[in-house]
């Protein structure tokens, strides 16, 4: 960085125009680049930004388009491709704000990987990033990356998501809670407000009856309901709201459970109108389905 770039920048902040933060990353950022320009100088190897392009191929708009961002598969890819697409991921985020006078959408604070496992967590967390610090959500196995430029109180949000309906995330036994912490995590992640109602199943039907009040409130906007075994939970919520149930089936089960096909088929099959139904542990989907629907 020249002499002139950094006093534009001090003068910036002089002028209340930049946060401490924000300069700070500004002058990270610029440090990278003419470090990654020097050593593609002296070395044939390739900048994070060339590794990033000869494997993957963001979306960054896709939030724009589909008013939920693309968030990162994690099964298949190796700990420095995750760290690369979440960093990549993290440095759009902060240009963007920048570029915006520090206003975003909401969801767009949503920059996860999904099915991350600790181990692979153990391996991503001992690479540098530039651009964010990681958060690992160990329940949902989800990793998430906090943009640096959120450390400044003049980000805010265009369109303030907890003024919206809250989505309450329900499910049947606590061996589903992976997959509903990896919906209510993606939801917060977003933004959202989210009510936990857990380990309600149809064997002990007096628990949902207990929650009644609080899945009927005029507040709620959507439910997610996600159960193994026989699948019964989303029809009997179904039948007791006036809002959307999205009905998760988990490859929980015994024998014929199929590994969540039949915990499918009854749901797929449900005589509560209003019950949609998304993939085997798709929490994930179910989350983007549910953001959407309170929109």
Excluded: W
Aim: contains cysteine; aromatic residues 4%; charged residues 20%.
């Amino acid at each position: 960085m020249n002499d002139n770039e950094l006093r534009k920048i001090l003068k910036q902040v002089s002028e209340g125009k930049l946060s401490l933060s924000e300069s700070e990353y500004l002058v990270r950022r610029q440090s990278d680049k003419e470090l990654l320009s020097s050593r593609s100088s002296e070395s044939s190897s390739p900048s994070p930004e060339e590794l990033l392009k000869s494997f993957a191929d963001l979306d960054h708009t896709r939030s724009s388009r589909t008013a939920f961002p693309e968030a990162v598969f994690g099964p298949g890819k190796t700990p420095s491709q995750i760290a690369l697409i979440l960093d990549d991921m993290a440095r759009h985020f902060n240009d963007k704000v920048l570029e915006s006078d520090g206003r975003i959408d909401s969801s767009q604070r949503a920059i996860l990987a999904t099915r991350i496992s600790s181990e692979m967590y153990e391996s991503v967390k001992e690479i540098p990033l530039s651009h964010g610090h990681l958060v690992y959500h160990p329940v949902a196995n989800i990793l998430s990356i906090i943009p640096s430029c959120l450390a400044s109180s003049k980000v805010v949000s265009e369109d303030s998501m907890q003024l919206r309906k809250r989505i309450i995330v329900a499910t049947a036994g606590t061996t589903d809670l992976p997959v509903a912490e990896e919906a209510a995590v993606v939801l917060e992640a977003a933004n959202c407000k989210v009510d936990r109602i857990y380990d309600v199943g149809v064997a002990g039907l007096h628990r949902v009856i207990r929650a009644l009040p609080r899945l009927q409130s005029n507040e709620v906007g959507c439910v997610i309901v996600c159960a193994g075994m026989d699948g019964a939970l989303p029809s009997v919520i179904g039948g007791l709201v006036s809002v959307p149930v999205i009905a998760v089936p988990t490859s929980i089960g015994y024998g014929v459970s199929l590994g969540g096909i039949s915990a499918l088929m009854t749901m797929l099959n449900s005589c509560a109108p209003g019950v949609g139904v998304v993939n085997i542990d798709n929490g994930f989907g179910a989350a983007a389905l549910a953001y959407k629907c309170i929109l």
